[in-house]
């Protein structure tokens, strides 16, 4: 994914609309749509605001890829409930969510093991 899309889809994540991006951005409407069409060349300062606006790390908004699997947590202020957004694209996802089911059930008997060793 190139940067412009990688905006676009974490933007759609959050459920904002491009209005509300460009109002936190402090930018018009066309302007920002002209970032998420990949029109415009960004300023870095402006990548910044942007990953701090989604609450990201610059390098995570530039690792974004096809093959990436990551979540994004919105903390919502009023309820304080998390939205989990997974974006798992690439077809090696199902291997690492097999591994991981794996490794947790790898940890909960190393778990058990140790409360039965201190009995």
């Known amino acids: 994914m190139q940067i412009h899309e990688n905006i676009k889809f974490i ?59 990551f979540n994004l947590i919105h903390n919502n202020g009023e309820n304080n409930t998390q939205n989990q957004y997974c974006y798992n694209n690439s077809p090696e996802s199902e291997k690492y969510e097999k591994e991981i089911e794996y490794l947790k059930q790898e940890v909960a008997y190393l778990k058990e093991i140790i409360k039965l060793t201190k009995k």
């Not at 904002?16 to 300023?43: C, F, H, P």
């Not at 300062?45 to 990953?51: F, G, K, M, T």
Request: overall charge negative; cysteine-free.
């Open 11 to 69: 933007r759609q994540s959050k459920g904002w609309s491009q209005e509300e991006m460009a109002n936190k951005l402090g930018m018009s409407l066309n302007g920002y749509g002209s970032i998420e069409r990949g029109e415009t060349d960004v300023q870095l300062s402006r990548l910044e605001n942007i990953a701090s606006t989604f609450e990201i790390g610059l390098l995570e908004l530039f690792g974004l890829n096809e093959k990436n699997i």
